[in-house]
Structure formats: C-alpha cells, structure tokens
T-cell receptor, first 116, second 116 residues
Framework: DVKVTQSSRYLVKRTGEKVFLECVQD?????MFWYRQDPGLGLRLIYF???????EKGDIPEGYSVSREKKERFSLILESASTNQTSMYLC???????????????FGPGTRLTVT | AQKITQTQPGMFVQEKEAVTLDCTYD???????LFWYKQPSSGEMIFLIY??????QNATEGRYSLNFQKARKSANLVISASQLGDSAMYFC?????????????FGTGTRLTVIP
C-alpha cells in the first residue's frame, strides 16, 4: 500500500515564525503536491514537484516555498507565518502520467496548522 | 472560470437508498481525467473512482459509479445502497492534458449525510 506521511497532525505557531511541514512517501512516486484546504473553498494547490529539485507554482504560492532534495520527501515552508495561513495542509503523491494515463493522487493525513 | 463545480454543499440520503452527487467541469483540452475522492471526518482523502475522457463506458467501482456525460461536461457520482459509513465530504477533481504531473483541480465538495 502507498503510504504518505506528514510530520505533524496538529501544529500551533506564532505569527512571524518560520514553519516547516514535512511529507514523505514510500512508493517511489515522481510527483508530489502540497494543498491547503479551507471550508467552502475545497483543496487549492500551493506547489507541486515532478522530480527531485524541480518545483512548480500552483494556484496560491504566495507566502510559501518548497524543497525537494530527495525523491521521497517534499517540504512546505512558511517563511514568516501569518494568521491567514491557518488551515489544513494536505500532501499528496502520484506516479508521473505517461501515454495519456492518469494516476490518482495518494494523500497524507493532513496537518492542521494554527497561527496565532 | 471554475474548472470544477459542485453545486450541492450538502446532501441527505436514507440508508440503503441511492444518491447522486453532481459535478460539472470546464476544459478545452480533449484529453482529461476525472476523479472522485471521499474525505471522512478523520480527514484523510480516499480515492474512489476515475473516468478518462476517452473512456467509452462509465466507470464503476463496487457501489460507486460515475455518470459521465461528455457533451454536458458532467461527471456525477452515484452511490448505490448508501451506508452510514458513506457520510463524508466528497470531492470531484479533474486533470487536464495527457501526460505529466497529474496536477488536479478540485471542486468545493459536497457533504453527504446518510440517515439511518
């Protein structure tokens, strides 16, 4: 079974702190994703990566950065946390699509981040 | 314009009855994939079913089926014989293009409540 793990289920940080959210997958997937989920807005893509050291901006990258130094690990960084970044953060991974094949994304359990 | 629209914020269904959750999508790409995910109160996202734009038949997975109407750009999820454990948020998502990073666009979700 694919397993995607996230470093924390719940996290409380103060405004201005630097925050690291870690995600690890164990199925050798090329693609990894970071989403945030807010009530009434669904899931919105922050960043994704299709290879080591590669990253692409999603729909809402402002205030976030990412790092992918190893294939299995994708980190989301909040350089200076703000209260409007209080949210649920979901990490996902998938195989790289080829020849028209779509692959489902496998999600981690989520990190509920509160910034006070 | 929204790529994925789910117009039902909440739905109720009697146990053992069937229910349809609506999803419409917007894309000009001839190659795309449509996904449904379930999110129970525990928070994890569970992949349910997939439909490719070139698939001739509607996808089915156990009690889940996808009513794919390409001309209407709709991809409704049908759950037959509802169970109490089906109570959850349901998200429709779409991937555009043939290959690559399998980036998904999500709808805002429908909260399904199964009544005993």
């Amino acid at each position: 079974d694919v397993k995607v793990t996230q470093s924390s289920r719940y996290l409380v940080k103060r405004t201005g702190e630097k925050v690291f959210l870690e995600c690890v997958q164990d199925m050798d997937h090329e693609n990894m994703f970071w989403y945030r989920q807010d009530p009434g807005l669904g899931l919105r893509l922050i960043y994704f990566s299709y290879d080591v050291k590669m990253k692409e901006k999603g729909d809402i990258p402002e205030g976030y950065s990412v790092s992918r130094e190893k294939k299995e690990r994708f980190s989301l960084i909040l350089e200076s946390a703000s209260t409007n970044q209080t949210s649920m953060y979901l990490c996902a991974s998938s195989l790289f699509g080829a020849s028209g094949r779509s692959y489902e994304q496998y999600f981690g359990p989520g990190t509920r981040l509160t910034v006070t | 314009a929204q790529k994925i629209t789910q117009t039902q914020p909440g739905m109720f269904v009697q146990e053992k009855e069937a229910v349809t959750l609506d999803c419409t999508y917007d894309t000009s790409d001839p190659s795309y994939g449509l996904f449904w995910y379930k999110q129970p109160s525990s928070g994890e996202m569970i992949f349910l079913i997939y439909q490719g734009s070139y698939d001739q038949q509607n996808a089915t997975e156990g009690r889940y089926s996808l009513n794919f109407q390409k001309a209407r750009k709709s991809a409704n999820l049908v759950i037959s014989a509802s169970q109490l454990g089906d109570s959850a948020m349901y998200f429709c998502a779409m991937r555009e293009g043939r290959d690559g990073a399998n980036n998904l666009f999500f709808g805002t979700g429908t909260r399904l409540t199964v009544i005993p």
